[in-house]
């Protein structure tokens, strides 16, 4: 009886632990890709009261729309408090999908829309009528040979496509403005 019990939990944790690495992809029907510019959140900083350091001088700007002003600058060393971020992409990453799978429902051929970097090789992807939101994108290999390792790999990025990660940020003195996350210090800490 009790060589029994012990099979049994071993064959259910090992059914467990190899399921735990399976992606799961939920569609949400959308007949055509997102329009753009898609804007969403990023969810990668804790946005109430966060504080980062600006790492260069940094250019503000009243929005971080198109046809934004620049309202002023604020000095490399410089404590912040982030009020929001948003990633905004203009054009999304194609991605070439070279092996079928069945959670994306993809062949082979097929091709991907990457939207929003999320870190980590997450991001929103779209495909074959349907967007996936914060999708474990790490099956994808990058232009440079980054990304996905190993015998996972099933699709390659075959074209850039342009995004921006912008900050509303709350100076020392007061002032509120946008600026780009390529001059704030996003490490641990700040």
Known sequence: MGNRRTTFWLVVLIMICSSAGLAQYNCTPSAIPPKLPAVRASGRIATSGAQ??????????DSWKPMRREVGSVQAG?????LEDVIVVDAPDIVRVTESMA???????????????LGEGWADLWAEGCLYKEADGGFITEPDGGGCGGSSCSARVTKM???AWWFKIKLPSGKVGWTLSQSLDLSAGG
């Not at 980062?52 to 700007?61: D, H, K, N, P, S």
């Not at 959670?103 to 970097?117: C, F, M, N, W």
């Open 52 to 61: 980062l350091r600006v790492l260069q001088l940094a250019e503000i700007a």
């Open 161 to 163: 496509g342009r995004q």
């Open 78 to 82: 410089t404590m912040v408090e982030v």
């Open 103 to 117: 959670g994306l429902k993809v062949k082979e051929g097929d091709t991907i829309l990457r939207y929003a970097h």
